[in-house]
């Protein structure tokens, strides 16, 4: 019986199925183990085989750690809510629904196919009304909180109105917009309804805000930043511009402080951590006001060197800062309004990013130095954003270099402030120089300058010390269609919560997917669509990370209609213990599930502070471009000739990507190049040996490329398994790496020639129950040790190679002990799932699967060298090996030197002055 890759696989993921081998239950005294890809976006086209390369590692040791005695987790669903599926409704006019359905279904078909371990008795989809029921729920007690700094958590929004009951504002030190009102209990009593709830909602963790966004006309929505690049979408292409909204936000910075504490906790890769402290980004400094006594109004700005504020010699402002239209004066409103229409058009990410422009607007008005009193000048410039900060920034040229270059682009005055500090130089004052420009800090150092000029901001009430954080509140509404219902109406303006038995609230039906003709979102065009058939509902939808920032709760527990995840399970699984994704999930989705998770640990719904123990970021596998050769006539102009890669140097040619799947080790298959594209049909070839060999280049897969390989294809030809083991074997998993079709045919060699321990020659089942040979032990406990070792610090690929050489060394050996064949497939079952099943039970073990046997006991007298084999050498020439026990001392070798008849042959009857003896090292004999 040959080894039949596809009637194995097909039967194996039947009894899989049938039988819900990976069925996890928290019923059980074995210790857990909770295993966690990032869940994908169905996108219409499927899986390329560049998708499953962290699934197959995660799958890998999740198998091992059911071998290890553990009860794993290792769930699968879909983050099914999101533009592109929009899109294609609204270009065809379908319901985003049924293409996210039809995606599923292809995506579980190819997952299948490559023969994971998941729980699919857990799947969730985030667009299930039963899941974002969830979702809205979370957003409900987000919106029902405020974040108290005295306890440093989240408390239920009734804890804070008891306060203002009792105490008024008093004493209350919360995260909150910066224009509370100070009041009594009493004046609290008498507010309005609408007093009351305008004012809780500059306290809630949910709450409405004017905000900047990217505004992205053509799609009619908001986008994130990471979803437009160099100003436009990155859907499509279309122009995005900076746009003022009244947007729903996650008071996401309450518990900045608590992020950057726990990423010391955790074991993430050292560049994602840094990614997230950087973004996160605390600053230790000074809050200073400088005031515009035109307007009775001060510009706040927040600087960490409040030391150089006597270099201040002007203010910038964000375009979008709500004081730049009272600032300007009227001789410089239109180059203020073309300033800011220019700005619109820019991205936050350019403005960051464009560090060699200089531009910017003067306003005409001036504001008050807080410690001189002399009048400054306030600009607008694009470098500063509003939602940064405060949006305004005290300029000292003479310690900031973007301040410095653009003082000397519009001949600003330029301050000195150091002793020791050259102002050309791309540097900080020197933080060891003494001052020179102020009565005040004349002569004093950094040290004793900072806590002095904070005390006298302080006692002129134009400043204070203040830590400040990079990070901003996340914008939470999208003005799409396909996404989850926010539970909000609204009465009087104001926005208030539907009840929580009227959860889920469902997407209603609309006639186009389009904002109306009035510019409202999509959802503007539901009829009738009102809460108690008067109210309007929030016309926005969440964002796509809203359903991703908790889905590992419900996989816990995805059955529950009464929580979103019961005690019991969420105290028996408490966190993620290994979560496999991408790094470019760094600074959105991994920030966000912290957030949310920290808040629902507040509110006591379970007790992990971080949701993610451990983290890997896999490197994508990059396609591996194949091209040929157009001949060019003497014009330049292409002809129908195509000259092989060896001989393109002899002609003047253009090279074109050509489909990687009808090459084949660099071979392209000529009949089917014709029949790729009608003008190739009567295509002529310039050959090498008889070949046409195509050349190669590593490139991102893209369909645009033709170099994606789909893994249907190489498992139809190869197998599952080869695909799994050709995944690992091509490099470390975190490391980038090009996709080679040219080398999956041995790793498909290897397969087979497992399949042949089992067999003779013939085909026929053949195992022995005999005792194996030290050497078969041996090689058996190598590799139980070499792949526990490798998986444990998730070195996959060095596993596949071993794997190859345990293999040999047995083939070598004529190995089919039933003792060395059964842990080998135990061993291997991770990796090569269906074969192993299918020798498994060819060995007769009872009916069940290998998922659940144990994992062998690695056995280190099984590698200790009993035997050595001497080189033999006679007057320092090496003559032959001699294998002997290595406990015998020289007295015992000499006598059997003088025993062996090799041995004497070589000494050709010549006495023997001389042995030396190395124990386990050489033997040298003196003639």
């Given amino acids: 019986m040959d080894y039949n890759h596809q009637s194995i696989e097909q039967k ?62 290792h769930p699968m669903g879909y983050d099914s809510f999101g533009l592109p599926a929009e899109q294609y409704a609204i270009q065809t006019g379908q319901h985003p629904a049924i293409t996210t359905e039809a995606n599923i279904n292809r995506y579980r078909e ?72 100070s009041f009594s209990a009493e004046e609290w009593r008498n507010f309005s309804d609408n007093e009351k709830q305008t004012e809780l909602l500059k306290y809630r963790l949910a709450f409405l805000r004017e905000s900047t966004v990217n505004w992205c006309a053509a799609l009619g929505t908001v986008l994130a930043n990471d979803e437009v690049i ?34 010391d906790t955790v074991d993430w890769p050292e560049p994602l951590v840094e990614m997230q402290r950087n973004w996160i980004g605390k600053s230790v400094g000074a809050s200073v006001k400088f005031p515009v006594p035109q307007l009775n109004e001060n510009i706040e700005v ?23 239209s009272a600032l300007t004066t009227d001789s410089q409103k239109t180059e203020i309004e073309s300033y800011i229409d220019k700005t619109s058009k820019k991205s936050e990410l350019d403005r960051l990013a464009d560090t060699k422009t200089v531009s910017g607007a003067f306003t005409g008005s001036y504001a008050k130095h807080p410690l001189t009193g002399e009048d400054v000048q306030i600009w607008i410039a694009d470098y500063i954003l509003a ?164 889905y590992w709760f419900r996989y816990m527990d995805p059955k529950n209609q009464s929580n979103f995840a019961s005690q019991d399970a969420v105290d028996y699984w408490k966190a993620v213990d290994l979560y496999i994704g991408g790094s470019e ?110 050349g190669t280049e590593v490139e991102k897969m893209s369909k645009s490329k033709f170099n994606v390989v789909n893994p249907d294809d190489i498992i139809e030809q190869y197998g599952a398994d080869t695909l799994r083991l050709y995944e690992m074997f091509l490099g470390p998993l975190e490391q980038a790496k090009p996709w080679n079709t040219n080398g999956i045919e041995g790793v498909y060699k290897f397969l087979r020639k497992v399949w042949r321990l089992f067999h003779d020659a013939e085909g026929n089942f053949r195992v022995s129950d005999e005792e194996p040979s030290k050497a078969e032990y041996k090689a058996l406990h190598k590799i139980i040790k070499k792949v526990e070792d490798d998986i444990e610090r998730f070195s996959f690929n060095t596993s596949v190679s071993a794997f190859m050489i345990c293999v040999n060394e047995l083939t070598d050996l004529k190995t089919n002990k039933r003792k060395i064949l059964e842990d080998l497939l135990i061993v291997l ?21 290998i998922s659940y046997a144990t994992y062998p006991e690695f056995k280190p007298e099984y590698l200790v060298e009993s035997e050595f084999a001497y080189p033999v050498s006679i007057n320092g020439k090496m003559k032959m090996n001699l294998p002997l026990a290595l406990d015998l001392d020289q007295q015992a070798v000499e006598a059997i030197l003088n025993d062996n008849a090799d041995v004497q042959r070589l000494l050709d009857g010549k006495p023997v002055k001389k042995v030396i003896f190395v124990k386990g090292k050489i033997i040298n004999i003196v003639i």
């Fill in 110 to 181: 190819q997952l299948d196919n490559i023969g994971f371990s998941y729980d699919w008795s857990r799947e969730v989809r985030t667009s299930d009304p039963e899941y974002y029921k969830w979702t809205q729920w979370i957003f409900m007690q987000l919106f029902d909180a405020w974040y108290n700094k005295e306890s440093d958590k989240a408390e239920p929004i009734s804890n804070l109105i008891s306060k203002f009951e009792t105490s008024g504002s008093e004493g209350i030190n919360a995260e909150s917009d910066d224009d509370v009102l």
């Fill in 829 to 849: 079952e991770p990796y090569a799932p269906h074969i192993t099943e299918e020798l498994w039970s060819l060995l007769g073990n009872p009916a069940g699967s």
């Fill in 585 to 694: 999930h760094a600074t959105g989705h991994l920030l966000y599930s912290r957030f949310w998770n920290k808040f629902l640990k507040d509110l006591g719904f379970h007790n992990e502070e971080e949701p993610f123990k451990k983290l890997i970021n896999q490197g994508m596998i990059q396609g591996r471009s194949n091209f040929v050769y157009r001949v060019l006539d003497n014009e330049g102009k292409g002809t129908n000739q195509f000259v092989s890669y060896g001989l393109k140097d002899q002609y003047q040619v253009y090279p074109l990507h050509v489909d990687v799947n009808i090459v084949h080790n660099d071979v392209l298959d000529l009949e089917k190049f014709k029949q790729s594209r009608p003008d190739y049909k009567d295509a002529e070839f310039i050959l090498e040996n008889g070949k046409y060999i195509c």
């Fill in 387 to 550: 939602g940064y900060g405060t949006g305004a920034v005290m300029a000292v040229p003479s310690g900031d270099q973007r301040d410095y270059v653009f003082a000397k682009h519009f001949n600003l005055p330029i301050i000195p402030i150091s002793d020791s500090q050259d102002i050309s130089e791309e540097a900080d004052p020197n933080k060891d120089g003494k001052y020179i420009n102020s009565d005040f800090i004349n002569g004093m150092t950094y040290q004793e300058a900072v806590p002095a000029l904070i005390e006298r901001l302080e006692n002129l009430k134009l400043g204070k010390a203040k830590i400040n954080f990079r990070m901003r509140d996340a914008i939470f509404g999208r003005q799409r269609y396909w996404g989850e219902p926010v539970p909000v109406y609204f009465k009087d303006g104001l926005p208030h919560l539907i009840k929580e038995e009227e959860l889920p609230l469902l997407l209603p039906e609309v006639d186009k997917y389009l904002p109306t003709e009035t510019g409202e979102p999509p959802l503007g065009r539901a009829e009738g669509w009102k809460y108690q058939d008067q109210y309007e509902y929030e016309l926005s939808t969440m964002p796509g990370w809203a359903g991703s920032s908790w």
């Fill in 230 to 263: 160099n100003g436009v979408s990155e859907r499509g292409g279309y122009p995005v511009e900076q746009k003022k909204m009244m947007q729903w936000s996650m008071r996401i910075t309450a518990y900045a402080d608590r992020l950057l504490r726990g990423l």
């Fill in 302 to 324: 927040f600087t960490t060197r409040v030391d150089t504020i006597y270099g201040v010699s002007f203010v910038v402002l964000a375009p979008e800062h709500e004081l730049v």
């Fill in 12 to 73: 194996w993921q039947k009894f899989w199925a049938d039988n819900q081998t990976f069925k996890t239950s928290e019923s059980t005294e074995k210790p857990k183990y909770y295993v966690l890809d990032m869940f994908p976006y169905p996108s219409g086209a499927g899986l390329h085989v560049g998708h499953p390369l962290g699934y197959i590692a995660s799958d890998i040791f999740s198998r091992y750690k059911r071998l290890k005695g553990f009860n794993v987790l």
